[in-house]
């Protein structure tokens, strides 16, 4: 199974442990291994976040993974692929996401890392509702996802 | 022949409910069965649609049974 | 510390954990983390191999990497790296390289990991010897960083 | 004076030797070293050196107490 939604805190490092122990033999011809964990931060724009919600789509937000998952084994030389992503409260330091590819190739699991990662930020269905000390407000946007768009240092 | 209607998230808080069913709805558009559920003329810019759990335009027409859903941009991630 | 030559087998999950460990409190600002891992294959041009020997030039490998890290966080808003690399007898299957960084906004964190993977790829003082089924060999060169130079699919 | 001289990976096996002293090279280039020491009369095109962990160039003069260092191209990761 590629893709998964978590209503309880997960452990990427679990997570990942599991993924390759069902590659079994098949492991040892895969050589590289790109992931990304997103996690809850504890301010957003300037302001202390103390909880978030997060809303999916059940049925459609798995389908929508689902098919950014096979869209990039098209694309890509990958032996396995895994998404997993938090709904419900999160708290600050919990994982949010992660996304997880097991290549032959390190530029092919690079690549498709990233690309799966900013799909999903762009397309998944997912609202993130904030809780501050001023209030609850739902996101607006997500950041960008090119480090061209920050000021350089 | 009613359409099952959703929306999520801000979306929802805006138009007071989660759920709707729109009845007579076959051969509608998307766009039209918002302007029926919710009394706005017009799907407002912004807004997302899908249809049986697939990205939808505003002029897709409904059929049978079909689940249509409007919700505010995604911020996943 | 951001650096370390293994001369034993390591796992990159616990090296992880023991990473974020380390960063405590400074973990709920962080965001965002890209890990890559290399793992021995079990074939290479086409051949099967047995085993592998990778050998290092104690000091300056350390001194290297250090430098690469040094500068990827002048160039990137990092707050943590870490690379892992295996000397000594490798075996198919085993973690050969860890690359971990750790950011506020995911696109540093991605192009910095692929960065410092990349210049270690590619500068590192680090080499390999194939014991393959015809005898040992020394790995020539590396393989190319970018998917373009793969043959599409 | 006399310079710490050390080969690696497929460069010791070629050269049948890990480490040298290389005696009286104050002022000797990197690409100097080499020749006194293997007796080739230049540094292989592909081989790459450092001096006191640093990558350098054939034309870096020596100083006391260096070390230099020749191996062939990198293959880790």
């Known amino acids: ?30 050589g590289a291994a790109a992931t990304f964990v997103g996690s809850m931060r504890d301010f957003n724009e ?3 976040v103390e909880s978030m919600w997060l ?3 059940p049925g459609m937000t798995e389908r929508h993974l689902e098919g950014l998952v096979a869209a990039a084994r098209a694309r890509w ?27 032959a190739h390190r530029a092919h699991a690079f690549e498709s890392c990233r690309h799966l990662m900013e799909e999903l ?14 209030g609850a407000r739902w996101v607006a946007n997500n950041t ?10 | 022949m009613s359409i099952k ?20 709805a076959e051969g509608l558009t998307v766009g039209e069965v918002w302007a029926r559920v919710t009394g706005e003329p017009a799907l407002p810019e912004g807004v997302l649609c899908a ?13 049978e049974d079909d689940e249509v859903a409007y919700f505010p941009p995604v911020t996943g991630g």
Chains 1, 3 share one sequence.
């Open chain 1, 1 to 30: 199974m590629s893709v998964r939604i978590a209503s309880e805190p997960f452990d990427p490092y679990d997570e990942l442990r599991a993924a390759e122990t069902a590659l079994g033999e098949r492991r040892r011809r895969v």
């Open chain 1, 46 to 48: 300037g302001e202390a």
């Open chain 1, 55 to 57: 809303e999916h789509y």
């Open chain 1, 77 to 103: 030389q990958l032996d396995h692929a895994l998404i997993v992503h938090r709904v419900g409260e999160v708290r600050p330091g919990d994982p949010i996401v992660l996304v997880a590819v097991w290549s």
């Open chain 1, 121 to 134: 930020k762009s397309t998944a269905p997912f609202w993130k509702k904030e809780q501050a000390a001023s």
């Open chain 1, 144 to 153: 960008p996802g090119s480090s061209a768009e920050f000021e350089p240092r």
């Open chain 2, 5 to 24: 209607v959703r929306f999520f998230a801000s979306l929802a808080e805006t138009v007071g409910r989660r759920e709707a069913e729109c009845a007579h």
């Open chain 2, 51 to 63: 249809v049986n759990h697939a990205y939808s335009t505003a002029d897709h027409a409904l059929g």
